[in-house]
């Protein structure tokens, strides 16, 4: 029964990857040069729209994951337009790092070296080099991994900067959208410093890589995450004293299976046992969102007692790979069997069936979310492309286990 449950279920996500995901961001990306910044939550296109280093990079980790790992030939072709984009447009050729933004004509728009963007540009590369062996790009991943280290590692604050003007000096406002909290630090930042810097370990195993992958969890472990609340505190002055205490039940459970993942990749035995504990309790914590629907809302702040119960597209799909690795470290079919409810409701309420995709969200009423993007600065094929390639993955080792 469980073979069963796992093959129709891997043969799900393959389906849902190939037939939704990739066609609709392939179809999205064009000739790589001329395709719209944005997409809205109506299916219009906005050919005026900028676009951002976020979605470049992260079209180019899709296109280059999904190339490596299925081997189909539209997602190399995709990837070598994506990477040929993030090189010579978005590439500062004269201080290093990215842009935040650029035009519809590929000039700049907005020059600031935003160090999440830095970061994902980095996972981006890294994962072309795993697929393609390309050494051009290497070298593009390792020269803004050197930017991040010379420019925007704080040594004696222990931890990575926001945000830096062009040429790296100090910005006013150093917020990553207009949503988030003017501070010097994040979570958000740093766990997405995390994910580039382990990916660069694959392709680059150099010690001052690994010893980014190692202070990086430490900051996660020892700064970040709270232990009498079980949660990843959000936002931290530059003396990392936290700013507010929302929670976070999307980054909760990413953070879950993303810190393991940088420890497995390190290798050594007291890292790994000290994350797996964090781990643990992040995806115990996150599980206190869980609805009788099966899904995971967005925010809660004690704080106040306000909830955000919408359903975001990203939360959904890192809970489904959060909740099954819990399962694999634990056994415990609590978390199986909550992966496997996100992905019900996911396929049931988020899927377009219309016209592609996921929606960005559904509101705590259920109603669909259209007023958000379809495509866009933030809404990417990165979450749950890589939900379905991880998934993929991880059930066809535990097939071969069994």
Known sequence: ?????????????????????????????GDGVHFAGRIDGRGKAHPEAGKGAVLIARMLWTFSAAYRMTGRPECLDAAR?????????????????????IAPDGDPLCCKKQSYAVGFAIYGLSEYVRA????????????????????????????????????????????LSEKDANTYFSMNTHLHLLEPCANL???????????????LLRIHTDRIFDPQAGHLNLF????????????????????????????????????????????????????????PDGSLIYEYDPLTGHTDADRHWWVQAEAVVGFFNMYEQTGDAMFLRRSRDVWRYIRTHLLDSANGEWFWSVRADGSVNREDDKAGFWKCPYHNGRMCLELMRRIERLLAEN
């Not at 990477?83 to 004269?94: G, K, T, Y």
């Not at 370990?201 to 010893?211: Q, T």
């Not at 990392?240 to 940088?262: C, F, K, M, N």
């Open 236 to 291: 931290f002055d530059a003396e990392w004293q936290p700013q507010g205490r929302t929670v976070s039940y999307g980054h909760d459970i990413e953070a879950s299976w993303l810190i393991v993942e940088a420890a497995d990749l390190l290798g050594d035995p007291q890292v790994r046992a000290g994350v797996g504990s964090v781990s643990e309790a992040l995806a115990r914590a996150a599980a206190e969102g869980v609805q």
């Open 1 to 29: 029964m469980m073979e069963k449950m796992l093959v129709q279920w891997r043969n799900e996500l393959s389906e849902e990857l190939i037939c939704d995901i990739l066609p609709f961001w392939t179809a999205f990306l």
């Open 81 to 101: 337009k994506v990477r040929e984009l993030l090189a010579l447009r978005l590439i500062d050729p004269v201080y290093g790092g990215v842009y935040w933004e």
């Open 201 to 215: 370990l694959r392709v680059w195993p150099e010690d001052r890589v690994a010893e980014a992958v190692r202070r």
């Open 132 to 175: 393609t062996g390309d050494p051009a790009a290497l070298d593009e991943a390792v020269a803004l991994f050197g930017a991040l280290e010379e420019h925007v590692w704080d040594a004696a604050r222990g931890g990575y900067a926001e945000a830096l003007t062009r040429d790296w000096r100090p910005l006013e406002d150093m917020r």
